[in-house]
Nanobody
Framework: QVQLVESGGGLVQPGGSLRLSCAAS????????MGWYRQAPGKEREFIAA???????NYADSVKGRFTISRDNVKNTVYLQMNSLKPEDTAVYSC???????????WGQGAQVTVSS
């Protein structure tokens, strides 16, 4: 399994930006998909974004146009650039990696993002 460690969370004002990083323990070049989910208190886990081999990117409607996912196969890291943040973006953000389309996902420990004035 891939070991994943998120970083970059924190407190930001509405309208601000944050960049989350998800560092993998080994090469991600051959990993089929990596992405992000989030879970706010009292709510179900929500898909946010994914990047698939070949560069295909998928986003939840709630973040389209504001969030951008990217991957650096040299640094073995996936990023989530979050702009125009809203209070409703407050959640624990977790990254995942799936070696193949049908493999079980590996998960990071999560990073808290709080959007508040």
């Amino acid at each position: 399994q891939v070991q994943l460690v998120e970083s970059g969370g924190g407190l930001v004002q509405p309208g601000g930006s944050l960049r989350l990083s998800c560092a993998a323990s080994g090469s991600i070049a051959s990993i089929y998909a990596m992405g992000w989910y989030r879970q706010a208190p009292g709510k179900e886990r929500e898909f946010i974004a994914a990047i698939i081999t070949g560069g295909i990117r998928n986003y939840a409607d709630s973040v389209k146009g504001r969030f951008t996912i990217s991957r650096d196969n040299v640094k073995n890291t996936v990023y989530l650039q979050m702009n125009s943040l809203k209070p409703e973006d407050t959640a624990v953000y977790s990254c995942y990696a799936r070696r193949t389309a049908v493999a079980n996902a590996s998960w990071g420990q999560g990073a808290q993002v709080t959007v508040s004035s």
